[in-house]
């Protein structure tokens, strides 16, 4: 048992409309469950408990990035540059780079070099309190190299101590074995790919990039039906460049989230709400992008969707390894306010992951995962550019 006293908690319960502070807080910890989280004066008392003075500093529950792309090969700088001299994401994806590019990078890569290469980018959002990372496969697109990516994925939760989710995205470009014939492509993905991945036990989700330069509704919905066969929950790439409708369907098939979601209309909101689907909002590819089209924030608000926020680290549209950078992200460029945004990287990460159950808040039956901060205030990590004020990373009470 674990005693943290003489702490500030921002307790972030998904049902509460603020951040649940409480000053001269305290959590008490067994077996890695939260079994009191409150005014120390609350505090049950314990004998043989180890405490850890905290000396006032703010205690938030471990972060949740609920959308990575963290394990690939390669680098996209050169695309970068391109693209700094005029070229569009959409013309280089189509002159055969973007996605493609990093797929044949990653086939070539051997699954350990991946776990290599992938390290860094884990380290970085570690060091920022994050204690669960969602990671999508996407960059092998036939069975074997899809699957090597998610088994490189959940080797790094061996490598370090953090909660991996994988999401397959199998059905993320077409690979150019398949070109002009898509169909094709999805029958594999449908068929082979889906059900080899889930019952070697390598997926808790799919995922699918329903886009004008990715697959149409019909193709999207085929995955899904095949995600529902293998019984895993559904997420989806949906109104990043365009508006395809892909939340509606998202929503038909009960998906834990949606994501991106520039150009979502207020049918597509009403349709996530009714599902109970969260919006996942990733600024960091809006702002890499140099986009301008703001997702519908206030119809989101209106619907009371629940809005989380995550790096999309990828090395496209988004090599971005910093939550706090996410966060500040989401408040400059979206006017997302300081308690969004961090109920977009805690509480509501964790629906976004079908994990609210077991993580993103500070409530008793909660793993106890935990950030504590050298902070004045919550606002803080919303604030800061670039200086992480992390005092110590818990996870499940260590
Ligand atoms: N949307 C994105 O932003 C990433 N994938 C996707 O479907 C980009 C991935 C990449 O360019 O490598
Ligand atoms: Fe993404």
Known sequence: MRIWTNAKLATLSAARSDLGAIEGGAIVEDSGRIVFAGPASDAPTVTNAETVDCEGRWITPGFIDCHTHLVYAGSRAREFEMRLQGATYEEIAESGGGIRSTMLATRKASEEQLVEDALPRLDALLAEGVTTIEIKSGYGLDVEHELKQLRAARTLGERRDVEIRTTLLAAHTLPPEFDGRPDDFIDLVCNQIIPEAASAGLVDAVDAFCESIGFTREQ??????????????????????????GAQLAAKYGALSADHLEYLDEDGVRAMAQAGTAAVILPGAFYFLRDTKLPPFDLLRKHRVPMAIATDCNPGTSPLTSVLLAMNMAATLFRLTVKECLKGVTCNAAAALGMAHKVGSLEVGKQCDLAIWDIESPAELVYNIGLNKLHQRVRGGR
């Open 220 to 245: 999207t919905e085929r995955v899904f039906e095949a995600a529902r066969s293998a019984g895993l929950p559904v997420k989806l790439h949906a109104e990043q460049l365009s508006n395809s409708h």
